[in-house]
């Protein structure tokens, strides 16, 4: 399993774990809740998955 390390938004990081316990979901889950849910997506949380994805498209290259 590869290992991710991210620097995220100390506020908007509680943000998300109120919000997962008051879902009953792990962290992740809830971003995936808001990304995949009908309302707005959060703006924060694409760009940090479009930058996790890019990271991983370059790191999979570099090991070709």
Avoid: K
Wanted: glycine residues 2%.
């Amino acid at each position: 399993m590869t290992r991710i390390i991210l620097e995220i938004d100390t506020e908007l990081y509680q943000l998300l774990q109120a919000a997962a316990r008051a879902n009953h979901r792990s962290v992740e889950d809830e971003c995936r809740r808001r990304l995949e849910g009908p309302r707005q997506h959060s703006q924060y949380l694409q760009a940090l998955v479009a930058e996790l994805r890019a990271d991983d498209l370059q790191r999979r290259a570099m090991e070709q």
